[in-house]
């Protein structure tokens, strides 16, 4: 089903703080790693979806290369145990959709997979990144979550190009 706007936006935000799947990488390379930070908004007169993606995680490397993500949330509660597999374990050591019961299900605006047991899914088109840069950044979020491991997140700004249900 299509929607319309940011239908979907309070569903994902209700999901969020429990995992929804940022997938990244063309055919076998499909890689679903889940994520519990996003912004969606509006800027440069565009929809768009805000990632936040650590150097240290294998999604970091497939962003690097490619200018499209997407983002798929499960039914509010669901698919648990496979968000805490993708939430814990790296795309380097594992195929996580041979791992779990997800299916990659190839995206209908962008060159990328979605997860197909998710009920929302949101395709975007990168048009800006962003490295953190630490000199700007509020001294207690620092300490609290980069001071041990300075393992800081790239922001993706994503103009959404497609969004459904489905
Ligand atoms: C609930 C939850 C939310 C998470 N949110 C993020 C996030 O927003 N950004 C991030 O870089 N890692 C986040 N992680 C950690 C990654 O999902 C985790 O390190 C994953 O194993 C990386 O997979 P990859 O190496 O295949 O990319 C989160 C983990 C969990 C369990």
């Known amino acids: 089903m299509m929607m ?11 999901q969020l703080p429990k995992g929804v ?3 990244v990488g063309k055919g076998e390379e499909a890689n679903p790693m889940t994520i519990g930070w996003a912004l969606s908004g509006i800027i440069w007169g565009k929809p768009v979806m805000m990632v936040a993606v650590r150097y240290s995680r294998h999604t970091y490397g497939l962003m690097d290369k490619t200018e499209t993500f997407t983002v798929s949330v499960p039914q509010f509660g669901e698919l648990q145990k496979e968000l805490n597999f993708c939430g814990t374990k790296s795309g380097r050591d594992f195929d996580k959709f041979a791992e779990t019961d997800l299916t990659p299900q190839p995206a209908k605006s962008v060159e990328q997979m979605v997860v197909k047991e998710a ?3 949101y395709e975007c ?10 000199a700007n950044l509020d001294e207690g979020i620092k ?3 980069y001071e041990s491991k300075h393992d800081y997140h790239v922001f993706f700004i994503g103009e959404i190009v497609n969004e459904y249900e489905g």
């Open 4 to 14: 319309n706007g940011f239908d979907m936006i309070p569903e994902m935000m209700k």
């Open 125 to 134: 088109k990168v048009i800006y990144r962003q490295s953190m840069d630490p």
């Open 119 to 121: 009920k929302y899914h």
């Open 143 to 145: 300490e609290k979550f």
């Open 21 to 23: 799947f940022l997938t």
